[in-house]
């Protein structure tokens, strides 16, 4: 079963705010989140992650709900440069699951 | 620079061949991973090691083969037992064993076609 959940796709406008959504039911107390982005062929982008606050960087800001089971990347305001595949990553220590992905598209 | 480097972008293989996909790291970072990435879907860790020497399997570990003999290299194989290598292969790096808890970098990808 995958570790997290996401929409498969999602749009929104351009210099409007995204709010990404992520569910990770089963993430145990020490699993850190994780977001990365994904332009075609190439490799994932580091993006943002937490363990437990919400988070904020230039890029992105990170809101982790307070059981911890979903968590929401948020884009202040969307360019046509964050058109990409994002991926929402729990980092259990071992190992790696990404999600299957959110396609992002920002209509001009 | 520092960065990761994965080499070659495109490679196309008979079948019943094996190939060696490159992955080189001058981050300093201890910790390596593969991955395969198939159309539409999202990653799937195929080794990682977190030390020189040491490599653990992933998920989807069989047909493939590692080493670690140099914290900057971690070369993958793909071996003629694995039944669909048809992919885009991903190599990360990361400053900690085994966690995440810092930025990791990604290579540009090997797209491997077998032909």
């Known amino acids: 079963d995958a570790k997290t959940t996401q929409p498969n796709s999602m749009e929104s406008n351009e210099e409007e705010p995204v709010h990404l959504p992520c569910n990770h039911s089963?993430?145990?107390?020490?699993?850190?989140i994780h977001w990365y982005r994904q332009l075609p062929s190439q490799g994932p982008e580091y993006v943002i992650h937490?363990?437990?606050s919400n988070v904020n960087n230039r890029m992105a800001s990170l809101a982790i709900a307070e059981d911890r089971k979903s968590s929401t990347l948020i884009l202040h305001r969307a360019t046509l440069r964050d058109a990409a595949v994002y991926y929402c990553?729990?980092?259990?220590?071992?190992?790696?699951?990404f999600g299957t992905g959110t396609s992002l598209t920002v209509i001009p | 620079d520092g960065g990761i480097t994965q080499s070659p972008k495109y490679l196309f293989r008979k079948e019943g061949q094996n190939v060696t996909l490159s992955c080189e790291q001058n981050?300093?970072?201890?910790?390596m991973y593969w991955y395969r990435q198939d159309p539409g879907q999202g990653l799937r860790l195929i080794y990682y090691?977190?030390?020189?020497?040491?490599?653990q399997k992933g998920d989807i570990a069989e047909g493939y083969s590692v080493s670690r003999e140099k914290k900057e290299s971690f070369p993958l194989t793909v071996t003629s037992a694995q039944k669909n290598p048809t992919a885009f292969y991903l190599c990360a790096s990361s400053p900690g064993q085994g966690r995440w808890n810092t930025e990791a970098f990604f290579g540009q990808g090997t797209r491997l076609t077998v032909v």
């Open positions: 089963t993430i145990s107390g020490t699993d850190y």
């Open positions: 937490g363990l437990t």
């Open positions: 990553i729990l980092d259990t220590g071992n190992q790696f699951y």
């Open positions: 981050l300093n970072h201890d910790a």
């Open positions: 090691s977190q030390i020189v020497n040491d490599f």
